[in-house]
């Protein structure tokens, strides 16, 4: 797909850093259409289970979430990062059998690796035939045609804590270079770190401002986040391949925002997509009753949500977090409250 000059959008908090395509240059190109593929990152609680399980919704995407608790638990630190190249080549490229562990990786997918409830693409019709699904670490080359010939696209999402240093740049620009076949590209999703910081407490994934590990633990969050975003922007020849998306559009503006995810992607949207959009961030008061509390839920007043982190937040953590997180408020364009 051919690029116009870059395209600056902002909304609310968010700059969005990508690169708008020519209708007319795209039409004159006589080369075939490569696979568009698109990769999910961001940090826990930053809207990237729900942006998943969104796409998840479309039948014509192999939609795969956090597919880097295989791999993370090889224990062999010393070939990670090849690993988890390679396993995600398999699922964005459909060429598992290209690799070992892509090959291994596909031994773990008949079982639930993950917590959330998202669904399985590989335990799916696709794959499993009269619903006899097989081991398909023992034919991966069926595992990749099922792959290209079942799914016009595939999706995946990938944690920030399941990434060799914590860091998109162990992906980046690698994925890029090595599978130049397909049209990879990558929305990383950010929030501010109140927000992050406030929904681990309520989960208690972490202690609050009066645990001594407090403020090591909020160093370590917005160094990531600060780190992450400034490699995102900086992507120079492969920065069309790049999306940045605030949750608070993401939970402000769901519609809008999903039709800009698709549009990025390449991806055709169907109804069925808005609907569950619609359905999951403006719940009736059954639903937001029936999922209260579930940690991985997707159904929620999405607007309701957005600035949740400052009515609930004590004003000693927040005071902790923008001492702590300075550098990640500026460059999400955010304001100090304390």
């Known amino acids: 797909m051919c690029i116009s000059a870059k395209v600056l959008y902002k909304s ?11 209708s007319s240059e795209s039409l004159s190109t006589n080369q075939p259409e490569r696979r568009r593929s ?5 940090a826990d609680r930053s809207g990237t289970t729900f942006t998943t399980k969104m796409f998840a919704e ?18 062999n630190r010393g ?11 398999g699922i964005l490229c459909c060429k598992f059998s290209g690799s070992e562990a892509g090959t291994r990786f596909l031994s773990h997918t008949l079982r639930q690796w993950y917590f959330a409830d998202v669904k399985n693409p590989f335990v799916s019709p696709a794959f499993c035939v009269n619903k006899t699904c097989k081991d398909l670490s023992t034919d991966p080359i069926y595992a990749d045609n099922v792959c290209l010939t079942k799914y016009k696209h595939s999706v995946t999402k990938v944690s920030e804590r399941r990434t060799p ?32 910081l406030n929904s681990r407490i309520k989960l208690k994934w972490i202690g609050d401002y009066d645990d ?7 160093k370590r969050v917005c160094s990531n986040l600060a780190k992450n975003i400034k490699f995102g922007r900086n992507l120079n020849k492969w920065q069309d391949k790049y999306l940045e998306v605030h949750y608070k559009d993401l ?31 403006s719940p009736s008061k059954d639903d937001l009753l029936k999922n209260q509390g579930a940690r991985y ?34 460059l999400l364009g955010l304001t100090k409250v304390t």
């Open 12 to 22: 609310w908090e968010v700059v969005f850093f990508t690169k708008a395509p020519s």
């Open 38 to 42: 698109l990769l999910i990152y961001g």
């Open 58 to 75: 479309d039948p014509q995407l192999m939609t795969v979430y956090e597919p880097l608790w295989i791999p993370i638990r090889w224990h």
């Open 79 to 89: 070939t990670w990062r090849r690993n988890v190249l390679d396993a995600l080549k």
């Open 165 to 196: 240093d914590n860091s998109v740049s162990s992906l980046l620009p690698t994925i890029f270079l090595e599978n130049p076949e397909t049209d990879i590209r990558v929305i990383q999703l950010v929030r501010d770190p109140r927000g992050i």
């Open 212 to 218: 001594p590990k407090f403020r090591d633990t909020v």
């Open 251 to 281: 939970a402000g503006k769901p519609i809008e925002t999903t039709k800009l995810m698709y549009r990025f992607a390449g991806f055709e949207m169907p109804e069925s997509v808005l609907d569950w959009v619609v359905k999951n961030t």
């Open 297 to 330: 839920s997707s159904v929620r007043n999405s607007t309701a949500n957005v600035d949740k982190w400052l009515k609930e937040s004590p004003i000693e953590r927040i005071r902790i977090i923008e001492e702590e997180c300075s550098e990640t408020l500026d």
